[in-house]
């Protein structure tokens, strides 16, 4: 079974069991807490991955690191997913239980690349567009590139309008070369 599909697995009955108990947006916010963690800690991110190193010795890592920081359910099936010795598993099971609270929530995220930093009230403008378009909370992450000249590249989801200068310009190129190919037959 594919790594993606077992963490999937785990992070659904997490999920699930969390809500059940209250402590969905506690948990939540402890699996966010665990990948930053993991992604700012290579040393963390290959010990976890290590089929040399004994579980036993990864589970004292993980409750050194998060004991006392995170939810005692969270802790919990830290333990049960290292008894099963799964911890290789924990960082793709952060990611899915995310994505699963995510479309429990509502919440659709979006990225927007824009060569300088957008407005209060572009950003806003921005998000309450694509909460109607989506019909979802937008949680909307941005990022800086200069490169794009003006304009910039949106993605929701696994679409992307990308309205950048640096993309108009690269298409007028190509529809240059274009142009001047069929000019010399």
């Known amino acids: 079974m594919s790594e993606i599909r077992v963490a999937s697995r785990y992070a659904k009955s997490l999920i699930e069991l969390a809500a059940e108990k209250g402590v969905l ?3 939540h916010e402890d699996m966010k807490l665990f990948t930053n963690v993991v992604t700012r800690n ?4 290959l010990l976890l991955r290590n089929p040399i190193v004994k579980s036993d ?3 004292a890592v993980i409750n050194g690191v998060f004991k006392g920081k995170v939810q005692e359910m969270t802790l919990a099936f830290f333990n049960i997913v290292a008894r099963k010795n799964r911890e290789s598993l924990l960082e793709f099971i952060a990611t899915e239980f995310d994505k699963q609270y ?3 929530k509502g919440i659709q995220r979006a990225s ?5 930093p957008l407005s209060p ?16 909370t937008i949680q909307l992450e941005e ?3 200069p490169n794009l000249i003006g304009g910039f590249v949106l993605k929701v989801g696994d679409k992307q309008i990308d309205s950048s200068v640096k993309y108009s310009l690269r298409k007028l190129k190509n529809n240059f070369k274009d142009n001047s190919y069929i000019n010399k037959l």
Do not use: F, P, W, Y
Not at 42 to 45: A, H, N
């Open 25 to 27: 947006e506690q948990v």
């Open 42 to 45: 290579r040393d963390l991110q």
């Open 102 to 104: 995510n479309v429990m």
């Open 112 to 116: 927007v690349i824009s060569a300088t």
């Open 121 to 136: 009230a572009l950003r806003q403008q921005l998000g309450e567009r694509l909460a109607n378009e989506t019909g979802k």
């Open 57 to 59: 010795k990864k589970l």
């Open 143 to 145: 990022m800086i590139d």
